[in-house]
C-alpha cells in the first residue's frame, strides 16, 4: 500500500523559506507511471495545487507561486521535497503531498489518486 | 486562474441523494473531461472519488456518480450514508500544466 507522509517545521518565520519534504513508501517514486505533487489548505479556505513533478525532474507550478516555488525530487532517498520563499502569514497552511495520476505521458490531464495526511505550516514570529 | 466555484455546505437526509455543483469556466470545467473529486475527513488524507468526470477508482461505491454540463460538474451521493458527511473538493486541469480546486462544501448528513 502506498504512503506519503509529509515532514518539516511547523513554524516558519516571516520573510524566510518554508521547507518540507515528503517521504514515498510501498512504490517507487522513479516510477515512469507517476508524477508528484503538492497541494495546500490555508485554514477555513479550499485546497491550493502548489505544483506538480516527475522523477526525472520536470515541474509545473500555480502561476501564483511560480515566482517563489521549487519542488526537487530525490530518488535515492525515495522523496520530493517543497520550498516556498519570502513567506507571510498568507501562507499559512495544512501542506499536503500526493501522487498524480498522469492521463498524458506529458502530465497533463491528470488527477491526485494517493495523498498524505498533510502537516500544518504556520508563519509567524 | 480563480478557484473553482462550490456551495459552502449541502445536506441531506440518510438514504437520500445530494447533489454538490462546481462551476469553473471554459478555460478549465469547461474545456477538459479532466475534472476529479475527492473525500476530506478533516485530520485524515483526502480520497479520491472520481476521476476523468465520471470514473470511480476501485472500491468507491457507485452511490458516488458524477456529470459535467458545460463549465460546470455535478457529483451526486445516493443513499446517503453517516460516513459520508465529509467535505469535497472538485479540481479541474486548466491547461498549461496547471490545476485549480474548488472552494470545498461540506456534506452534513442529518
Known amino acids: 500500500q502506498l504512503q506519503l507522509q509529509e515532514s518539516g517545521p511547523g513554524l516558519v518565520k516571516p520573510s524566510e523559506t518554508l521547507s518540507l519534504t515528503c517521504t514515498v513508501s510501498?512504490?517507487?517514486?522513479?516510477?515512469?507511471?507517476?508524477?508528484w505533487g503538492w497541494i495546500r489548505q490555508p485554514p477555513g479556505k479550499g485546497l491550493e495545487w502548489i505544483g506538480t513533478?516527475?522523477?526525472?525532474?520536470?515541474?509545473y507550478y500555480n502561476p501564483s507561486l511560480k515566482s517563489r516555488v521549487t519542488i526537487s525530487v530525490d530518488t535515492s532517498k525515495n522523496q520530493f521535497s517543497l520550498r516556498l520563499s519570502s513567506v507571510t502569514a498568507a501562507d499559512t497552511a495544512v501542506h499536503y503531498c500526493?501522487?498524480?495520476?498522469?492521463?498524458?505521458?506529458?502530465?497533463?490531464?491528470?488527477?491526485?489518486?494517493?495523498w498524505g495526511q498533510g502537516t500544518l505550516v504556520t508563519v509567524s514570529s | 486562474q480563480s478557484a473553482l466555484t462550490q456551495p459552502r455546505s449541502v445536506s441531506g437526509s440518510p438514504g437520500h441523494s445530494v447533489t454538490i455543483s462546481c462551476t469553473g469556466t471554459s478555460s478549465d470545467v469547461g474545456g477538459y473531461n479532466f475534472v476529479s473529486w475527492y473525500q476530506h475527513h478533516p485530520g485524515k488524507a483526502p480520497k479520491l472519488m472520481i476521476y476523468?468526470?465520471?470514473k470511480r477508482p476501485s472500491g468507491v461505491p457507485d452511490r458516488f456518480s458524477c456529470s459535467k454540463s458545460g463549465n460546470t460538474a455535478s457529483l451526486t451521493i445516493s443513499g446517503l450514508q453517516a460516513e459520508d458527511e465529509a467535505d469535497y473538493y472538485c479540481c479541474s486541469y486548466a491547461g498549461s500544466y496547471t490545476w485549480v480546486f474548488g472552494g470545498g462544501t461540506k456534506l452534513t448528513v442529518l
Open positions: 513533478i516527475y522523477y526525472s525532474g520536470t515541474t
Open positions: 500526493a501522487r498524480v495520476i498522469p492521463t498524458y505521458h506529458d502530465g497533463s490531464g491528470s488527477y491526485f489518486d494517493y
Open positions: 510501498g512504490g517507487s517514486i522513479s516510477s515512469s507511471n507517476y508524477y
Open positions: 476523468d468526470v465520471s
